[in-house]
């Protein structure tokens, strides 16, 4: 118990080096069908690394447009008014939501041109919605006959074009989201008819797709959803998740999240997604994703909109700052249109974001968070450091301010909390103390600018208290840094 919260503390402030240093070299570890044991695998240290992804929920509900991608159960299940009026008004009489797939052509779908996109945009992994709850999948799935992508619409595999395109342009991850279960299917309908004591729609439909999926196109990522109607025992998610661990193509580097069945959100899983657009605000000790979507109530992409509803890229930025500090990850939704095209909105904030991270991503890629997530004085300023050997006397922080100090271009942040207690601060961060007894000192503390470097950065220091003035607002904008700057704090012991 002792060494794994040793461990636990090291992951977060300092280094892996010891705790691996303690664990011998054993045969391939098996993990058993049970959460007790898959809960012991260690995350894949890319997807810790990686930190910024892309999600793309893209199918039949694309081409209505409206509303969300819970498009079909809205109008047929919950006959919402907005809904039927849409239709009335825009499709004659008994048109079936079977025949928008028709219409889901995707004739300017250019796999190459979404995969350079999302490099550019300094994302690290995508995700694609293979098939959501309506059941269309965007492969030649054997399992859903006349209902995917290559049988009606497209006549293409959307997966395959994507994950080749992604790997032959990029080092992005490639996953893949499925939906466990499908409103209309009828082997899941009486499944939840027999008060889900048969498992047919699992076992003829659930998991052939599943390790059809993994076996044909090698995901990174099993992005789970649509579980919360019944039990992972149901899914036979425990079985699903050790043959992922255990014998799997992708078995080295596969992530999960926590979808499983009610009663595993935050539980289990290699990281928690607890919620759509979850962000705590406060670290967690377990790996989490911040999945939100940049049309602000919609994963799907939808025509019912205003410039209102969407992110803006600073909007995005804070987002990303915030997740990150706090131990997790963000995957950020496009929802692309029926045609394959992303829209020009949703193209400015991937490529608004990549400049940034080109710029900032130091602090971003490959950090840890620091003892303290955000200024607890200063608002809107957080922080990370970096994953260092014990044997190292350098200690790296990276303090992002969102807002800038237009009044007099200077800021006062407090990396080691609002109370200097030389003791613990000392503890915890492994710093000495200087000169004068102050721990950031002009003999061992180096402070800059990142995309500012070559410039000189003003600063003083009492306590715990560090005085930073920024360069000429014009010299920074002429660099094109905006959204939210970062300084780098190198403190030498």
């Known amino acids: 118990m002792l060494l794994g919260t040793i461990c636990l503390l090291l992951i977060l402030m300092e280094s892996t080096d010891f705790c691996t240093s303690q664990m011998p070299g054993p045969p391939r570890t098996r993990y058993e069908p049970n959460w007790t044991s898959l809960d012991q695998r260690p995350l894949p240290r890319w997807y810790d690394e990686a930190k910024v992804g892309i999600f793309l929920h893209y199918g039949v509900y694309s081409v209505p447009s409206f509303g969300s991608e819970w498009f079909w159960t809205n109008w047929q299940n919950l006959h919402n008014p907005e809904y039927i009026r849409f ?34 945009s300094g994302a690290r992994y995508v995700v694609l919605t293979s098939k959501h709850h309506d059941g269309y999948t965007l492969w030649p799935s054997k399992h859903s006959f006349g209902w995917n992508s290559m049988d009606v619409g497209p006549k293409r595999d959307i997966i395959k074009e994507l994950s080749a395109a992604v790997r032959e342009v990029s080092d992005l991850k490639f996953g893949l989201y499925y939906s466990l279960f499908e409103w209309f299917n009828r082997l899941w309908i009486d499944d939840k008819l027999h008060l889900l004591m048969q498992q047919n729609y699992v076992n003829q439909k659930v998991r052939p797709e599943q390790m059809e999926l993994v076996e044909q196109y090698l995901p990174d990522v099993i992005w789970s959803d649509g579980d919360w109607e019944a039990p992972a025992k149901y899914w036979k998610a425990e079985e699903f998740i050790a043959w992922l661990y255990n014998d799997s193509p992708v078995r080295d580097t596969v992530v999960t999240n926590d979808r499983w069945g009610f009663g595993t959100a935050c539980q289990h899983g290699d990281f928690y997604n607890c919620a759509d657009r979850f962000n705590p605000g406060v670290l967690q000790t377990h790996k989490w994703e911040n999945a939100f979507t940049l049309d602000r109530t919609s994963w799907g992409q939808r025509f019912d909109v205003t410039l209102s ?173 905006d959204y939210a700057w970062t300084f780098k704090i190198t403190i030498n012991s």
Not at 317 to 345: A, F
């Open 309 to 481: 509803d969407f992110m803006s890229s600073r909007d995005v930025i804070k987002e990303i700052v915030s997740t990150v500090s706090c131990n997790g990850n963000v995957l950020i939704n496009v929802g692309p249109t029926k045609y394959g095209t992303i829209l020009p909105i949703f193209e400015e904030r991937l490529r608004d974001m990549g400049r940034w991270l080109k710029i900032n991503g130091e602090g971003i890629y490959g950090s840890i968070p620091w003892i303290y997530q955000n200024d607890t004085i200063t608002p809107n300023v957080w922080y990370t450091t970096k994953r260092h050997s014990t044997d190292t006397k350098t200690t790296i922080i990276y303090a992002f301010v969102l807002n800038y100090p237009y009044d007099d271009n200077e800021l006062d942040i407090y990396p080691l909390g609002k109370d200097i207690h030389i003791f613990q601060n000392i503890l915890l961060t492994g710093l000495d103390i200087g000169e004068n007894n102050q721990i950031f000192n002009k003999s061992n503390t180096q402070i800059i600018m990142l995309g500012m470097e070559d410039t000189k950065i003003t600063w003083t220091s009492k306590d715990n208290k560090l005085h930073i003035v920024f360069p000429p607002k014009n010299h920074i904008d002429k660099r094109g840094l």
């Open 87 to 120: 239709m009335q008004r825009n499709y004659k009489p008994n048109f079936t939501y079977q025949q928008f797939a028709e219409e889901f052509t995707a004739e300017l779908f250019n796999a190459t041109q979404w995969a350079l996109l999302f490099r550019d």
